[in-house]
């Protein structure tokens, strides 16, 4: 196994950072300075999946929260992967090198988690707030976890918890997946859409809940990425906790999502960048 070559500390956070809140008795989510990572498993049982794995250096405190909630020494049954961008693969290696567990993720995206591939870079500019302009600092190179990397079954279902589907949502990233549970209808999202503006710092700091686009600066096809908005919207969810900002749930979410789907071309697409020129020719 091998972490990226441009893996760094990004000295990011929120009014979030080291909350843990349970959404659901089985499903909790954490934020990791600036990102949500989410288990899937009720509390001190062994049952459990962890989805994404946080920042760069985020491995010892992310051992930490799922240690309080399913006890001392307990590891995941496997760990599910939205994408493989750096704020959701930080702590993987690490934590694979203690774990040494399944990591499921869409085949699309194996090419930058085997090693093989450099996602593109992040396009400082585009139109947004600071943390778009100094998103060139953010790791792009692959990480490496081919002992490990499972496709997700085609048949459309979740290793170990089979009530719950994948979805495939790419646009983000070519393989960027979410996952949805018919009986309840919680949705978890990963970056297809997100409750904060993730381009502005000032938002990110104080968390202020509003319904986007998935991050402006690494999003590369956005024709896609709004087609997986009206599939996402499609299913109804009544909770939706995405990779950056609180979970959401009832009226706000389904207004929310129907807005952005509606206005998807003026609340989502950047105005100007190097990806927007590019996805509409």
Do not use: C
Not at 29 to 47: F, R
Not at 190 to 205: E, M, N, P
Request: no cysteine.
């Amino acid at each position: 196994m091998e972490k990226n070559e441009d893996e760094k500390f990004i000295p990011i956070t929120s009014v979030s950072a080291g909350d843990g809140r349970e959404e659901l008795k089985d499903v909790f989510y954490y934020t990791n300075q600036i990102v949500n990572i989410v288990t899937i498993g009720s509390p001190k049982s062994d049952q459990w999946v962890l989805v994404d794995s946080g920042m760069p250096k985020s491995a010892g405190i992310i051992k930490k929260v799922v240690e309080e909630r399913f006890g001392r020494d307990s590891k995941p049954r496997a760990i599910l992967l939205t994408h493989g961008h750096f704020d959701h693969v930080g702590g993987l290696v690490d934590l694979l090198e203690e774990w040494a567990v399944n990591v499921y993720a869409h085949p699309f995206e194996f090419p930058f988690l085997t090693g093989e591939k450099s996602y593109p870079e992040p396009d400082p500019s585009v139109e947004g707030g600071m943390l778009a302009k100094i998103s060139s600092i953010y790791p792009h190179e692959p990480i490496s976890i081919k002992p490990f990397l499972k496709p997700l079954p085609a048949d459309g279902r979740v290793p170990e918890f089979p009530e719950w589907e994948w979805i495939h949502t790419p646009g983000h990233s070519p393989g960027h997946v979410s996952f949805f549970r018919p009986t309840d209808s919680i949705l978890l999202a990963g970056d297809a859409f997100i409750t904060v503006k993730q381009d502005s710092l000032y938002k990110v700091l104080v968390q202020k809940e509003e319904i986007h686009g998935p991050p402006r600066y690494l999003t590369t096809d956005w024709k896609a990425a709004h087609d997986s908005v009206q599939k996402l919207a499609g299913l109804h969810p009544k909770v939706a906790i995405t990779g950056h900002g609180n979970a959401m749930k009832g009226n706000a979410l389904r207004e929310g999502l129907r807005d952005l789907v509606e206005n998807f071309r003026t609340k989502a697409i950047p105005s100007h960048g190097k990806y927007v020129e590019a996805s509409q020719k």
